[in-house]
């Protein structure tokens, strides 16, 4: 079964702080892979999206990097504001669908 | 949240009733989805939509029925809600499949009592 398994659950950072956040995936063969941002009471918004050939791509603080060998994504946040509190979902694609695979998505909580 | 809006936001409402929840978007995007958030799942696929009225099913489509008469709507019915239907709701519409991307609306949160 195609899963999408993300950790930590929760994560508590300081402010100006850097973290990394995981992501490890069953689909095999997938298109693409992406990041989502889920502010409370709000809809996913896109923060990047990796096809399978491509092994990081950055959208200003955020990094995301992908192992297809490994199967894992990790999404890194540089220099952390407190705007940055929200839940990251990572998100596959497989190939030959358009149908979104979600991961839980990891809740993350920036302090002052 | 790129032209989508949901209605209503929030509703309550009693098991066994019918609820419709609308979608409408101004991005003239073929590709309209219905999902579902729940707590220790990701979202998940309800029914979609790719073209006017032609729809499909999604991985959790018991319990729901879809229409899409005009490119901007695309409503979500719940013939007779259930408590399990508890659940925010969200829309989302993409101009095409594949590594084009996919925006959500804001979410509408349904609670059967």
């Known amino acids: 079964k195609n899963q999408v398994e993300q950790s930590p659950q929760s994560l508590i950072i300081l402010e100006g702080k850097n973290c990394t956040l995981q992501c490890n995936y069953t689909v095999s063969p997938f298109s693409n892979l992406r990041w989502y941002k889920q502010d409370t009471g709000r809809g996913p918004v896109s923060l990047t999206i990796?096809?399978?050939?491509?092994n990081t791509k950055s959208n200003g603080r955020y990094t995301a990097t992908l192992d297809a060998d490994t199967k894992q994504s990790s999404l890194h946040i540089t220099a952390s504001q407190l705007s940055d509190s929200a839940s990251y979902i990572c998100v596959v694609i497989p190939h030959n669908t358009d149908k979104l695979i979600f991961g839980t998505g990891t809740r993350l909580q920036v302090f002052p | 949240d790129a032209g989508i809006t949901q209605s209503p936001r929030h509703k309550v409402t009693e098991t066994g009733t019918p609820v419709t929840l609308r979608c409408h978007q101004t991005?003239?995007?073929?590709?309209m989805y219905w999902y579902r958030q729940d707590p220790g799942h990701g979202l998940r696929l309800i029914h979609y939509?790719?073209?006017?009225?032609?729809?499909d099913k999604g991985e959790v489509s018991d319990g729901y029925s879809v229409s899409r008469s005009k490119t901007e709507d695309f409503l979500l019915t719940l013939e007779s809600a259930t408590s399990s239907q508890t659940s925010v709701y969200f829309c989302a519409i993409s101009e095409s499949t594949g590594t084009y991307e996919q925006y959500f609306g804001p979410g509408t949160r349904l609670t059967v009592t």
């Open positions: 991005e003239n995007h073929r590709y």
């Open positions: 939509s790719y073209g006017v009225k032609d729809t």
């Open positions: 990796m096809t399978f050939s491509e």
